[in-house]
């Protein structure tokens, strides 16, 4: 896994731990897949942050976008199909320390996670998710996703998707995410601006990344995206309006927008916590009385 391997990145004066470098595995994924650029995005941010490698935990679901924390030398946690976000709030709960990072598919995020994805906003906890967004389920080589367009015609859809995508976006503003931004696999640097800026934020951060599939979504290309976007920052958009929030969150076709469309500070759910308030729960002593006997009988 990610964790062991020893990050290629020098030591910063300073600091004298080791920041994020890439590991030992190199991706899989076919060549040109969005998915790079996103993983450069994530080394990017957290070199820029100099946050130590041993305090960064990514956590993904499956998919082909969910092999990402292998390719890192943070801790890594590859958990089960649309269970990132529940698996990332239990080690934030558990050490509130650490900078901890969900990653995953459209279909893990959207479809079979969007329970945890909603519940997870509406608490604030203190995290960043950031989902590569192809619009396809990639690894099962080419079903509709719940992001597919309408009409796509996909492996599950012969005669074009009937089904409304899911906003993202949109869902995060209606669920309670309090900093909310889309980003593109053509723009590395906007879209490591943009993570470090959901690190650096106290509060739920979604970063929505558009991330081409190559090989299985021949719609929503490099091009499609290219030929449509433009930057919230060059457009006079407010991020502390939610009802500008809103009206940009609705432009989905001729443009796509790309940037942060929201931001708002509120408490996180560590705030709220009162146990987490004697420190990370990681350092705090167990309190099971008799647990000598408990494991005596379990062990
Ligand atoms: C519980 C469960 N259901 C279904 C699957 C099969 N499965 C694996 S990945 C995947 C979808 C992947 O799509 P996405 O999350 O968008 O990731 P991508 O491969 O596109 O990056 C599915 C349906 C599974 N592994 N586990
Ligand atoms: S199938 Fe698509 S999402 Fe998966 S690695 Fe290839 S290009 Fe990337
Ligand atoms: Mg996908």
């Given at each position: 896994m990610a964790g062991t391997s020893a990050p290629s990145v020098a030591p910063t004066v300073g600091t004298l731990l080791p920041l994020i470098g890439k590991s030992d595995t190199k991706p899989t994924w076919c060549?040109?897949?969005?998915d790079f650029g996103v993983v450069a995005a994530v080394e990017m941010a957290l070199k820029r942050l100099k946050?130590?490698?041993?305090?960064v935990v990514l956590v993904s679901g499956i998919g082909c976008s969910s092999n990402?924390?292998?390719?890192?030398?943070s801790y890594g946690f590859h958990s089960i199909h649309g269970r990132s976000l529940p698996v990332a709030e239990g080690i934030r709960w558990a050490n509130h320390t650490l900078t901890v990072i969900a990653t995953g598919g459209d279909g893990d995020g959207f479809g079979i996670g969007a329970g945890h994805f909603i519940h997870t906003m509406r608490r604030n906890v203190d995290m960043t998710y950031v989902t590569m967004d192809n619009q396809i389920y990639g690894l099962t080589t080419g079903q509709a996703s719940p992001t597919s367009m309408m009409g796509q015609k996909t492996k599950s859809t012969p005669a074009g998707v009937i089904e409304n995508p899911i906003d993202p976006i949109s869902l995060a503003l209606a669920a309670g995410a309090t900093y909310i931004a889309r980003a593109f696999s053509g723009d590395v640097k906007q879209m490591a601006d943009l993570v470090a800026g959901g690190i650096q934020h106290k509060g739920f951060a979604f970063i929505d990344a558009m991330s081409?599939?190559?090989?299985?979504?021949?719609?929503?290309t490099f091009d499609w995206f290219r030929q449509r976007v433009y930057k919230l920052e060059n457009s006079?958009?407010?991020?502390?309006d939610i009802v500008q929030a809103w009206q940009r969150s609705l432009?989905?076709?001729d443009k796509v927008p790309t940037g942060l469309f929201y931001k708002a500070d509120k408490p996180t759910y560590e705030d709220l916590e009162e146990v987490l308030t004697a420190g990370p729960l990681a350092n705090?002593?167990?309190?099971?009385?008799?647990r000598e006997s408990l494991l005596d009988e379990f062990i």
């Open positions: 060549p040109g897949c969005g946050i130590p490698s041993h305090q990402l924390p292998h390719f890192l030398s081409p599939c190559v090989t299985y979504n021949k719609i929503n006079g958009h407010d991020p502390t432009e989905w076709g705090q002593p167990a309190g099971l009385k008799g």
